[in-house]
Each structure stands twice: as C-alpha cells, then as structure tokens.
C-alpha cells in the first residue's frame, strides 16, 4: 500500500524493510511530540506539517542506505522516495479493473477508455497510526467526501479544464501527497494528470495547467511532475514537452519551459522507434528533434535559445542520431515533405554555425558510423540525398557549408565543383560503397544516377576499371574456351581417373585440366571473399548480386566434378558438363562493361525473377496434379498371358505408366509436341481425353499467354529503370576493382584535386577534395551566382593537355568524348519512349 521506492533494480530486502518502517515510527513519534507541545493535531485533512516527516525519512533512508552500501561494495547506491498513504489511497488501491484485461497498446489518452486501476504493490507509510503514537486515544476524524481528490476526480477536472472543481487541491495535498503519487497515475501507462491535461486543449490550452504547476511547485515537488514520463513501453519517455511541441503550442513550450521541462527528454518507447510493420513515429526522440521533423521553426529557435536551458545541437538519441539524423529518417522523398525537410536542414546547419562555428553537424556519425549524408544513402532518401550533395550557399558567412560551387558560367553552362570529401571511395566507408555495397533500399540504383556521382564512375571507369575490365574478359574468354576443348576430348574409355599416355594430345589435356582447376579454385576465392566482405541480403543479391551466386554455383560445381573424377565414378562428367553450362551462362555478366547489352542483361535478370519464378509455381503445381491423376487412372490389374486385347491396353497405356514418364509426356503437351492417337484403347478413354485436354487449355493456352503478357509488361515496366539498375552493376563492378589496386594506383588514378574553394570560419583556406562537372543548366538565367573564376574554361588543363600530346590529340579527345556522351544519352528506341533516368534527373 505504498510508496517507497528504490532507484536500484533489485527489489527490497527484509533488512531494508525494517529499517524503513523503524525510521517512519521513530520519526513520527518526534513529529507527533513537537506538534503536541506546539500546535497540536489538527484534522487529518488540515494537517499543516511544518517539517514535512516524508522528507525526513527519505533523508534517513538514504543515510542509512548509503552507510549499508558503504559496507557491501557489491550493493548499488540506491535513493528512496516516500508516499504518505490514508484511507483515501487505500480505497483508490482497492478498486481493481473490472474485466482484469488491459491492451498491450493503451492509447496516451482517451476519452472512451479509461484509466487502469490494476496498481502493482507498492510500500508506504500511513498516517492511520498517528492516533497511537499519540497515546491519548483521540482520533483523527475523517475527512468530508467533498474534500477528497482521488486519481479520477482530478482526471476528471483537467479534461474538462474545471479549474473550479480544482480549487481544494492544494489544500488536500498539505497532507503531504504528491501529484507524482503512485494513486495519482495510470499504472499502465505512467500518466500524470498534467500529461492528461496536455492531451485536453481548447483553444490551445487548459485553464487547469497553471493550477497544476502551482499546487507542485507549493507541495516542493514541481520539477517532477514537470518532467514526469509515461512509463509503458510503447510510449515510453514522452514527458509534456514533447506533448506540447506535438500540438504544436509555442505558449505551453515556453510555460514548460519555465517549470524547468527537461530539453533532453528521450521518448524511447516502442511507438517512437522506426517499424516495418504497425504505426509509429520516430522523430530522433528529444524535444528538439521533434520540433525540427514537425517544422516548427518557432520552437527549434526558442529551444535553442531561451534564458533557461538551451537544448544541444550535438545531443544524440539512444541510436546515436542527431536532429540532422532524425531529418534524414522522416524524409520520405514526395515533393511537399522534400520542401520540408530540406528547408528545416539548412536552416539547423545554418544556427549550428551561429551558436559554435566550430560544430561540425554533418560530421557526426551515429552508433551505426552513419553521418546524415550516409544515412540518407543508406535508407534511399533520394531527394534529400540529392539536396546534400548539391547544396551551395551563397550567403558568405556560411558559404564554408556548401558542397557545391559554382567554378564559372558561360550562358547556361556551368562548371561546378563538387566536394567528395565522404563520397570518393579513397576514404574509408564512403558514400558510393554505401549505396553499392551496404544499402538494400529498393531505389538505390537511382542514386548512382545522380551528380556527381554519375560522372565520378564514369571518370573512373574510363580511366583504370574499363581496361581492367576488359582484360578479366579476355581471360574469362580464355579459361572458358580451355575449359569447353578440355570437356570435349575427355577420354571415352576406362575407368577416372585415366592413366597419362605421354601423348601430345593427353599432355594437352591434362594441362588445361589443371589450368581449369586452378581457375576454379581461383573463381571460388574471389567470391568467398566477395560474400566475407560485403555480406549481401537477398534483395541486393536479386538486384546486381545475381551473377554472384552463378560464378560460386560454377567453381563449387567444377571442384566437385574434380572430386567425384579422382574417386573413380563416371559421374564427374555430368557435373563437369553442369559447370561448364554455368560458365558459358555467366559471360553474361561482362555484358555490363556495354550498355546495349548490360540493359538487355537487366531485363533477362528482372523477367526471370519477376515472372518465370511466379509461373514455374504455378505450372509446376499443374503439372505434378495432372500427372498423379493420370498415372492413377492408367494404372490397372496385372495382364493375363494369351490375352491380346488387355495386352493392347497395357501397350497403349505404357506412355503413362509412371509419374516420370507421365510428367514428361505432359510437359511435351505444354510445349505442343503432344500426341493423342495411341490413347485408343484405355479403359476410360474418354475421362483421359478430358483430363488432357483440360490441361492443355490451363497450360499451353492460359498460363504460357499469361507468361508471355506478364514478360511483355515487365520489360515496359522496368525499361525505364533498367539503365540506372545497369549503371547500379557497373558501380560495383567498378567498386570491386578498385578495392584490388594497390594504394599507390589509387592515388594516381584519384578523380579529384585539391582545391582552394573560400575560407573555413576561423579565416583558414578552406580546401576540399573537389570534382569537376560541366553541366547545361537553363534554369539559372537572372540568378546571382558566386563564381570562383572570371573566365570560363580549365586552362591548366588545356596547357598540360598541349605540352604532352601531339598535335591533333585535343581533337580526338574531344571527339571520342562526344562520342561517349552520345551513346550515354541515346534513347533505347526498341525498348522504350520514356526519357532516361540521367535525363529526368
């Protein structure tokens, strides 16, 4: 019945306990006495209590507790809290639910449900026994029901906004009750009646809130209520800051914020985490953050700066996420929300360097090593991924925030310069190895599309990973075709493995099997390590990871082939014969070196998933079902010798004796090679005939015109997207061979340069690790650009390009460059009318 509390985790023991109802008695005997020869009892509901006994005891208790601990190193410190108990409390303990069930997902308030009443046991101390120690045998009289404020009044009253009803609360609380009381909450949920008041406004606020502020901060224990939780675990930290930042009310903020409202409140509960599955809202969990993920920028700018506590750019969530974190993971790439978002962004990078210039935001890194610019690669925030990546501010005093600046203009051509620093793969973790390697959103491949990154993969891909690219072809080629003579001239005769011969012919064999194995063990290494490394889901797997699974299958295959060759079974010629299938198969994979062919690998890879899958399902469910009935209905009585009629019948039925060769005979029927004469003399002919024919009419009619309408509306489907997934493969492709360079190669091969892009905030030369994009930009007529140079065009680069190549080479390098710029920008005619995904963006 009570209300002491400990702040440990274990519960009390006995020791404790008589320590706790010792101190109560001892020190109530000495309240008793000095109110006896001072003022006297007064009624019970009057009792003025000038040294309040609760404080006294928690202060003993925690003294006590403290000289305990003091002697068992093991035993954590531990604070208590006192409740003072009456009739009053027990007869609010007693009540019980009615049906003893609650939700697991009690709503935060409402007017339909009420409040639980189920109050987990607690321990306290009552005023009851007053009239004992007492010792003159009076008794305290009760007080008038009228007086009484329980947990459901007082409910009640804040809902209504009855401040009226209300106006004997302090009173009632000088018994030495507290609004933090365990009587006074929902015990499911933890909700006070200052969080039940929030969630009751009219007209933006509650008359009953300052009356409830007031009646704490006289009853001492202000900053409590204030700041009191919800305490389930769907809503779990949600104080009535974060209410009123959600009700979007500027006054209660502030009001809050005056009763000393905790600004790094976390609410943590299950409702405000990120789900898959069920409603939710996460908003990074402070105040702050949902301040900035609501766009209120009134309450951002007051949190930030009020005369009481400002709230923390810097402060992280229980993910590690800041409010620029939090942004990123609201952002759900529709135009309104990108406005939003972005608009909200800037502005907190822009207060960031006002109230420290030197806070680096963006650079803070959450429990998973992801910056905003990284999580928002990672999750597929595109629009905002986009905006980061291109954001230029022409203000000069936060102009060192910017990531794009703008080199020259000439008309509508610019030359911009891009800061990689996060994005190149020179550093650790970057932004493009996000997005290929560690991203399994289903739009990724649309942010590899995106500048720079687009000309940054291809700058590398024309400068070391084509080449390179090339040659793994070329030796792929090779190894394959070593592989196929190899296969072709295996000895027909004996028993594995074969004696050498000594012949040329068997030397040469036997050195391309071993030039075979090497590669197979060589293949098998190489995806070993892919799959150590990059640690796939499926989805990404299904995207550019398809010809992956296919290059182990083959090396595993070949391996066991070699296996099964030395052990002696003839049988290492149909797994010899598998792998090589799987080889030749996998040539398909160097069709992303073109894009032609890599668009046309695409939609092989997307039709067979999206829809060979589904049909074989079902076919296949068609075919066994089929079969089983007709090998039922074949099946008969074994045939008496002499007699040539039921003989007939046994031969004719012969074709459907077994479910094999049944499903086989279906299956010519599927493809049109079926044939219906020799069913002549069955048993029941003509239920046989309409099974048959029942099964062509579902399968080589309905489901092989249902295959070729579904492939037909897959590659419409996805023939806009099917460049982007193509250009997707070739990043990784490109990733990959850059992981294998030496550091050295690296560096000389790195696409960006040093550049001297302003002045950071402390008057040092701002320097990046800057990319070049030249970009036809329309829309930039009237606008007042910030240029870097005067003069248009890199005439550092036409000086080094004069001084080491001969006359004549500009003009081929110019034309070879528009030439790839054509067949980068040519539409798939064939495929589709729709504009590219380089040409939406």
Same mark, same amino acid.
Not at 176 to 191: A, I
């Given at each position: 019945?009570? =209300?002491?509390?400990?702040?440990?985790?274990?519960?009390?023991?006995?020791?404790?306990?008589?320590?706790?109802? !010792?101190?109560?008695?001892?020190?109530?005997?000495?309240?008793?006495?000095?109110?006896?020869?001072?003022?006297?009892?007064?009624?019970?509901?009057? @009792?003025?209590?000038?040294?309040?006994?609760?404080?006294?005891?928690?202060?003993?208790?925690?003294?006590?507790?403290?000289?305990?601990?003091?002697?068992?190193?093991?035993?954590?410190?531990?604070?208590? $809290?006192?409740?003072?108990?009456?009739?009053?409390?027990?007869?609010?303990?007693?009540?019980?639910?009615?049906?003893?069930?609650?939700?697991?997902?009690?709503?935060?308030?409402?007017?339909?449900?009420?409040?639980?009443? %189920?109050?987990?046991?607690?321990?306290?101390?009552?005023?009851?026994?007053?009239?004992?120690?007492?010792?003159?045998?009076?008794?305290?009289?009760?007080?008038?029901?009228?007086?009484?404020? /329980?947990?459901?009044?007082?409910?009640?009253?804040?809902?209504?906004?009855?401040?009226?009803?209300?106006?004997? @609360?302090?009173?009632?609380?000088?018994?030495?009750?507290?609004?933090?009381?365990?009587?006074?909450?929902?015990?499911?949920?933890?909700?006070?009646?200052?969080?039940?008041?929030?969630?009751?406004?009219?007209?933006?606020?509650?008359?009953?809130?300052?009356?409830?502020?007031?009646?704490?901060?006289?009853?001492?224990?202000?900053?409590?209520?204030?700041?009191?939780?919800?305490?389930?675990?769907?809503?779990? !930290?949600?104080?009535?800051?974060?209410?009123?930042?959600?009700?979007?009310?500027?006054?209660?903020?502030?009001?809050?914020?005056?009763?000393?409202?905790?600004?790094?409140?976390?609410?943590?509960?299950?409702?405000?985490?990120?789900?898959?599955? !069920?409603?939710?809202?996460?908003?990074?969990?402070?105040?702050?953050?949902?301040?900035?993920?609501?766009?209120? /920028?009134?309450?951002?700018?007051?949190?930030?700066?009020?005369?009481?506590?400002?709230?923390?750019?810097?402060?992280?969530?229980?993910?590690? %996420?800041?409010?620029?974190?939090?942004?990123?993971?609201?952002?759900?790439?529709?135009?309104?929300?990108?406005?939003?978002?972005?608009?909200?962004?800037?502005?907190?990078?822009?207060?960031?360097?006002?109230?420290?210039?030197?806070?680096?935001?963006?650079?803070?890194?959450?429990?998973?090593?992801? #910056?905003?610019?990284?999580?928002?690669?990672?999750?597929?925030?595109?629009?905002?991924?986009?905006?980061?990546?291109?954001?230029?501010?022409?203000?000069?005093?936060?102009?060192?925030?910017?990531?794009?600046? #703008?080199?020259?203009?000439?008309?509508?051509?610019?030359?911009?310069?891009?800061?990689?620093?996060?994005?190149?793969?020179?550093?650790?973790?970057?932004?493009?190895? /996000?997005?290929?390697?560690?991203?399994?959103?289903?739009?990724?491949?649309?942010?590899?599309?995106?500048?720079?990154?687009?000309?940054?993969?291809?700058?590398?891909?024309?400068?070391? &990973?084509?080449?390179?690219?090339?040659?793994?072809?070329?030796?792929?080629?090779?190894?394959?075709?070593?592989? /196929?003579?190899?296969?072709?001239?295996?000895?027909?005769? =004996?028993?594995?493995?074969?004696?050498?011969?000594? #012949?040329?012919?068997?030397?040469?064999?036997?050195?391309?099997?071993?030039?075979?194995?090497?590669?197979?063990?060589?293949?098998?290494?190489?995806?070993?390590?892919?799959?150590?490394?990059?640690?796939?889901?499926?989805?990404?797997?299904?995207?550019?990871?398809?010809?992956?699974?296919?290059?182990?299958?083959? &090396?595993?295959?070949?391996?066991?082939?070699?296996?099964?060759?030395?052990?002696?079974?003839?049988?290492?010629?149909?797994?010899?014969?598998?792998?090589?299938?799987?080889?030749?198969?996998?040539?398909?994979?160097?069709?992303? =070196?073109?894009?032609? #062919?890599?668009?046309?690998?695409?939609?092989?890879?997307?039709?067979?998933?999206?829809?060979?899958?589904?049909?074989?399902?079902?076919?296949?469910?068609?075919?066994?079902?089929?079969?089983?009935?007709?090998?039922?209905?074949?099946?008969?009585?074994?045939?008496?010798?002499?007699?040539?009629?039921?003989?007939?019948?046994?031969? &004719?039925?012969? $074709?459907?004796?077994?479910?094999?060769?049944?499903?086989?005979?279906?299956?010519?029927?599927?493809?049109?090679?079926?044939?219906?004469?020799?069913?002549?003399?069955?048993?029941?002919?003509?239920?046989?005939?309409?099974?048959?024919?029942?099964?062509?009419?579902?399968?080589?009619?309905?489901?092989?015109?249902?295959?070729?309408?579904?492939?037909?509306?897959?590659?419409?489907?996805?023939? $806009?997207?099917?460049? $982007?997934?193509?250009?997707?493969?070739?990043?990784?492709?490109?990733?990959?061979?850059?992981?294998?360079?030496?550091?050295?190669?690296?560096?000389r091969w790195r696409s960006c340069h040093l550049l001297t892009v302003g002045t950071t905030p402390d008057g040092k030369p701002d320097e990046r690790w800057c990319f070049r994009v030249e970009e036809m930009m329309w829309g930039s007529f009237g606008k007042n650009l910030s240029n870097l140079n005067e003069e248009p065009g890199d005439k550092e680069k036409v000086k080094l390009t004069s001084s080491k190549h001969p006359k004549g080479w500009s003009q081929w390098v110019t034309r070879a460059q528009e030439k790839a710029k054509e067949e980068e920008q040519a539409p798939l005619n064939s495929v589709s009318t729709s504009p590219t995904d380089v040409e939406k963006v």
């Open positions: 019945m009570g =209300g002491i509390s400990g702040g440990g985790e274990r519960g009390i023991s006995h020791r404790e306990l008589s320590l706790v109802l !010792g101190a109560s008695k001892v020190i109530l005997e000495q309240e008793v006495q000095l109110r006896r020869q001072n003022k006297g009892i007064s009624s019970r509901c009057g @009792l003025l209590l000038y040294l309040d006994p609760s404080r006294h005891i928690a202060a003993f208790l925690e003294d006590t507790m403290s000289h305990s601990d003091s002697e068992d190193s093991d035993s954590p410190k531990r604070g208590f $809290s006192l409740e003072v108990h009456d009739k009053d409390t027990l007869a609010a303990f007693s009540k019980g639910d009615k049906d003893g069930k609650r939700e697991k997902k009690p709503p935060m308030d409402s007017s339909i449900q009420k409040e639980s009443d %189920n109050f987990r046991p607690t321990i306290g101390f009552s005023l009851d026994f007053l009239p004992a120690v007492q010792g003159n045998g009076a008794k305290i009289p009760d007080c008038d029901p009228k007086d009484v404020y /329980t947990r459901d009044r007082i409910f009640n009253a804040v809902a209504k906004g009855d401040v009226e009803d209300l106006a004997g @609360l302090q009173n009632y609380l000088r018994n030495g009750k507290l609004l933090t009381n365990t009587e006074f909450k929902d015990p499911d949920t933890g909700k006070t009646c200052l969080l039940k008041a929030m969630w009751n406004l009219e007209n933006g606020m509650n008359k009953t809130i300052p009356v409830l502020l007031d009646a704490a901060r006289k009853t001492g224990n202000l900053k409590e209520l204030v700041n009191a939780a919800y305490t389930n675990d769907y809503y779990r !930290g949600q104080t009535a800051l974060h209410i009123a930042i959600e009700k979007r009310n500027f006054d209660l903020v502030k009001l809050l914020m005056e009763n000393k409202a905790d600004v790094d409140a976390k609410a943590n509960g299950v409702f405000f985490q990120k789900k898959r599955k !069920g409603v939710s809202f996460y908003f990074g969990e402070l105040p702050l953050s949902l301040a900035a993920c609501t766009n209120q /920028t009134n309450i951002v700018n007051y949190l930030l700066n009020n005369p009481y506590r400002n709230a923390e750019l810097k402060t992280p969530d229980s993910h590690g %996420n800041t409010v620029l974190h939090a942004l990123v993971v609201v952002a759900d790439d529709t135009e309104e929300n990108t406005e939003i978002i972005t608009k909200m962004y800037d502005d907190i990078l822009k207060k960031s360097v006002k109230i420290n210039p030197q806070l680096k935001l963006e650079e803070i890194a959450n429990h998973e090593g992801l #910056t905003p610019l990284k999580l928002a690669a990672k999750t597929g925030k595109t629009e905002l991924f986009k905006h980061i990546l291109r954001r230029e501010m022409t203000e000069p005093e936060f102009r060192h925030l910017s990531r794009k600046f #703008t080199e020259w203009t000439y008309g509508p051509v610019h030359t911009s310069l891009y800061d990689m620093s996060s994005v190149d793969t020179y550093e650790h973790d970057s932004v493009l190895e /996000t997005i290929v390697f560690r991203s399994s959103a289903c739009n990724r491949h649309n942010m590899v599309v995106l500048e720079p990154i687009n000309h940054l993969l291809q700058e590398k891909w024309d400068s070391f &990973a084509g080449k390179i690219f090339y040659l793994k072809f070329l030796l792929y080629i090779v190894y394959l075709i070593i592989f /196929t003579v190899t296969a072709y001239n295996r000895p027909l005769t =004996g028993q594995p493995p074969y004696p050498l011969e000594g #012949t040329t012919k068997d030397n040469a064999r036997v050195l391309g099997e071993v030039i075979v194995i090497l590669g197979g063990i060589y293949i098998l290494l190489c995806q070993v390590v892919y799959f150590w490394k990059r640690r796939p889901s499926l989805q990404i797997l299904m995207i550019d990871g398809y010809f992956e699974v296919l290059f182990l299958l083959h &090396a595993v295959i070949l391996l066991c082939s070699f296996v099964v060759y030395f052990a002696g079974s003839e049988t290492y010629v149909a797994l010899m014969v598998f792998a090589l299938v799987i080889g030749w198969v996998n040539t398909l994979y160097y069709t992303r =070196g073109f894009q032609q #062919t890599g668009i046309y690998s695409v939609m092989i890879q997307k039709t067979i998933l999206r829809d060979m899958l589904r049909f074989l399902f079902v076919y296949l469910v068609f075919l066994f079902g089929f079969a089983a009935a007709l090998v039922t209905l074949v099946g008969e009585a074994p045939v008496e010798p002499g007699n040539s009629t039921e003989a007939g019948k046994s031969e &004719a039925g012969s $074709s459907y004796s077994g479910l094999y060769v049944t499903i086989l005979e279906l299956f010519k029927f599927t493809i049109g090679m079926g044939d219906l004469e020799f069913n002549e003399n069955l048993k029941f002919k003509h239920f046989f005939m309409f099974l048959l024919i029942l099964y062509v009419v579902l399968t080589y009619i309905l489901l092989l015109n249902m295959l070729i309408a579904l492939m037909s509306e897959t590659v419409n489907k996805i023939s $806009s997207e099917s460049k $982007s997934i193509w250009k997707l493969q070739r990043a990784a492709t490109i990733l990959d061979i850059e992981r294998f360079l030496p550091r050295l190669l690296r560096k």
